[in-house]
């Protein structure tokens, strides 16, 4: 460490001023889309009683409105975080962008259930083919390591604000305008992001590759890869209501692995593998994955259960919901920032580790609540889920894109945030199946025991972020020696 200090100090003065500072339009820009992505996983959340009503729409109906946006979001990430390193990531991410304005536009128009359901599948594709490609063009535009970690801090940090917005922004929309504000507000953000994207974010950045270069794409690995993830959260969706004997449950749950597998073997095979071999080689990529997988399984699998709890069961408007959760996100603003400066003095597995501690002492909180218990001894596990979570994942960002080499960096985003999604999505499936029984006995009982399961996640997540954090910290160094 002494000697990557010396020779960062004999190397400062050539360095040109711009390479260690965030560039603060382009990252607005950026971060903004990627704002509207994840505010819309929870945003519908308070929603969904007044879009039953508004739309007479049934409960198979409403869980597509909320899940199918997740499912396509985590099926294509892999594919779309690929298209970037072909086509240019700027290019894709417009793309993307664009298409999840006009999904949102068709979702606040929606006169039917059934149209409503399919603009949020387009929502969803539209935010797989962003997501990937923000990332890359954040590390495109930082070259400098510190000033990296600095922009994939910020951009981490926005998950945990627009996580904790959500519920908030969607219960002021649905009391005060009605639900399909929740959606309109899109259009108009979405828009402005496009705007600063072409004036401030270069076009050649980085550059594509040229068209006699690109592999063809793997088409069919992409397709096993999409089935394994709708299999399994299906199966763990239809476990509530039909049993986890149901041949329909079992056999989605015992298809998802298969296809999975089958995946892994088409992307041995592929040209162009969406999942480059050499990301899964060594440990650090592949325990950044889990971390994300256990990290959003647990919070955001707790998070729809705590609004069940609200609604449902103390009977709460959507207005009252949101401003409960407030605590949740109250922190968000000085753990986010915080976290990113922290990974670039020391690692990523100081506030990784910190951070996962902290949200499992809040998750684990919720373990002994019942159908009165006063909101006042609720708010110190939101305020420490919500500060965990959002301390962990800029650092958890920052250590995955680390992970990975420059030139497959898009796909590495794609599996980061694919990982990230899936784990949203099983985290929302099982719980909501674990307490998924009408009766508030049972309801309890399910909640107590997804609280105690979303603890454990974050156990798990620490104790991996703990392992692989001096290899972490070793390559930033490493990375910060190259570029003086």
Not at 151 to 156: I, N, R, S
Not at 282 to 301: D, E, I, T
Request: charged residues 10%; positive net charge.
């Amino acid at each position: 460490m002494r000697t990557y200090r010396s020779t960062h100090r004999i190397s400062e003065p050539s360095a040109p001023p711009v390479a260690a500072a965030v560039r603060r339009v382009p990252l607005v820009a950026i971060c903004l889309g990627y704002f509207l992505v994840i505010l819309d996983v929870t945003v519908v959340n308070v929603a969904v009683p007044r879009i039953g009503a508004g739309l007479a729409a049934g409960q198979g109906a409403l869980q597509l409105i909320v899940d199918g946006y997740t499912l396509v979001f985590a099926g294509l990430l892999l594919f779309c975080g690929g298209l970037g390193d072909r086509l240019g990531h700027r290019r894709v991410f417009l793309a993307g962008l664009g298409l999840f304005t006009v999904a949102s536009a068709g979702c606040a128009l929606a006169p039917t259930a059934a149209v409503l359901v399919d603009a949020r599948l387009a929502q969803g594709a539209g935010a797989a083919t962003m997501v990937p490609a923000s990332l890359a063009l954040l590390g495109a535009l930082h070259p400098e390591p510190v000033a990296r970690a600095r922009a994939f801090g910020v951009w981490g940090g926005i998950a945990g604000v627009a996580a904790a917005a959500g519920p908030v922004l969607g219960g002021v929309l649905v009391w005060g305008m009605g639900w399909r504000t929740v959606f309109l507000v899109n259009v108009p953000l979405g828009v402005l992001a496009v705007w600063l994207t072409i004036r401030h974010v270069p076009a050649a950045c980085p550059r594509p590759r040229p068209r006699g270069e690109r592999p063809p794409l793997d088409l069919a690995a992409q397709l096993t890869g999409v089935v394994a993830v709708a299999a399994l959260t299906a199966g763990l969706n239809e476990a509530g209501g039909r049993g986890w004997t149901d041949p329909l449950v079992l056999g989605t749950l015992a298809a998802a692995p298969l296809a999975g597998a089958l995946f892994l073997w088409l992307e041995r095979r592929a040209a162009a593998p969406a999942l480059p071999p050499r990301l899964l080689s060594g440990f650090r990529f592949p325990a950044a994955l889990a971390v994300g997988v256990l990290l959003n399984l647990g919070f955001y699998g707790l998070l729809f259960l705590t609004t069940l709890y609200f609604q449902r069961h103390r009977g709460w408007d959507p207005l009252s919901t949101g401003l409960a959760l407030l605590p949740m996100g109250a922190l968000v603003a000085v753990a986010s920032p915080l976290s990113g400066r922290v990974a670039a003095r020391v690692g990523t597995h100081v506030p990784a580790v910190a951070g996962l501690l902290t949200g499992a002492v809040g998750l684990l909180g919720w373990a002994a609540v019942g159908p009165h218990t006063p909101y006042a001894l609720l708010v110190v596990p939101l305020l420490l889920a919500g500060f965990g979570t959002s301390f962990t994942m800029p650092s958890a960002t920052i250590a995955a894109m680390e992970a990975a080499p420059h030139e497959v960096r898009g796909a590495a985003s794609g599996a980061f945030n694919a990982a990230r999604q899936l784990g949203s999505a099983i985290g929302v499936a099982l719980f909501g199946t674990l307490a998924a029984a009408s009766a508030s006995s049972a309801f309890y009982a399910g909640m107590r025991l997804s609280a105690v399961i979303a603890a454990g996640c974050f156990l798990g997540g620490a104790a991996l972020a703990a392992v692989s954090g001096p290899a972490t910290r070793a390559a930033r160094n490493s990375s910060a020696s190259k570029a003086s």
